[in-house]
């Protein structure tokens, strides 16, 4: 069956990310077509990448990785930007993360969440060896669908402060192949691509290659299809 278009019956989207540039490996093209459309999407980072930075120190990366994350977001039309201070690298699946974005959905009152691909690897099945996914984003991933839930259940966590929030209805979960839903971003390449090289600092770590050129070479690899269509692609979940 060929994918299906995203539906567009929500108008506040909440994507959450595990560190500062997640979103912007693809996903930022797709917030970008939704800005565009008149939709009003927020970010929500649960740590600030501090442990990704070789050579830099935590202290120093925390600071430096926020403000490219806001500069970021800013390019697809995101403005509100919310980080919940996690320690970078160990984020653990289970009740402290769950309520913690429990917290945050029920703050942003979201009617659809969004978060990145968070399967085991990054290599399709049966390719072997495989490129492990990032402990950080397995964990963040199945709490963030469980969050959902926690955030309309006033007795799951009776002491957040916040109102219960039951107007999720999607859950969209990025989809690396073979996605059952897809966005159009033929017309937001060039912003994704600015997005991912405000990460500046961090990917000129990374490699020798310029800035923009490694941008470049993310987006493509993460919305080129083999027709030479763009796209992004989600598997949905009710909310």
């Known amino acids: 069956m060929p994918p299906q278009p995203m539906p567009?019956?929500?108008?506040?989207?909440?994507?959450?990310?595990?560190h500062p540039d997640d979103i912007e490996y693809g996903m930022a093209a797709a917030v970008a077509a939704w800005t565009s459309a008149g939709k009003e999407v927020g970010y929500l980072?649960?740590?600030?990448?501090?442990?990704?930075?070789?050579?830099?120190?935590?202290?120093?990366?925390?600071?430096?990785r926020e403000d490219e994350e806001r500069r970021s977001a800013a390019v697809v039309g995101v403005t509100e930007v919310e980080f919940l201070d996690q320690r970078d690298g160990v984020l653990v699946e289970g009740p402290?993360?769950?309520?913690?974005?429990?917290?945050?959905?029920?703050?942003?009152q979201p009617e659809l969440v969004v978060t990145g691909y968070f399967g085991a690897t990054w290599t399709p099945p049966g390719v072997s060896p495989a490129y492990v996914n990032s402990a950080d984003h397995r964990a963040l991933g199945q709490s963030v669908l469980d969050a959902v839930a926690d955030a309309a259940n006033e007795w799951i966590f009776p002491d957040l402060r916040e109102a219960p929030w039951r107007g999720v209805q999607y859950i969209a979960v990025q989809e690396m192949t073979e996605p059952p839903h897809v966005v159009d971003v033929a017309e937001h390449v060039e912003a994704a691509v600015a997005s991912l090289s405000e990460h500046r600092r961090y990917l000129e770590l990374l490699s020798d290659e310029p800035v923009d050129v490694q941008a470049r070479q993310v987006i493509d690899m993460s919305t080129l299809t083999e027709d030479g269509g763009r796209r992004v692609g989600f598997r949905l979940f009710w909310g």
Do not use: F, K, Y
Request: hydrophobic share 50%; net charge positive.
């Open 8 to 18: 567009s019956d929500w108008q506040r989207a909440l994507v959450v990310a595990a």
């Open 96 to 108: 402290e993360l769950r309520r913690a974005l429990a917290g945050a959905i029920r703050r942003h």
């Open 45 to 64: 980072l649960a740590t600030r990448g501090e442990a990704g930075m070789a050579g830099v120190p935590p202290e120093e990366a925390a600071a430096l």
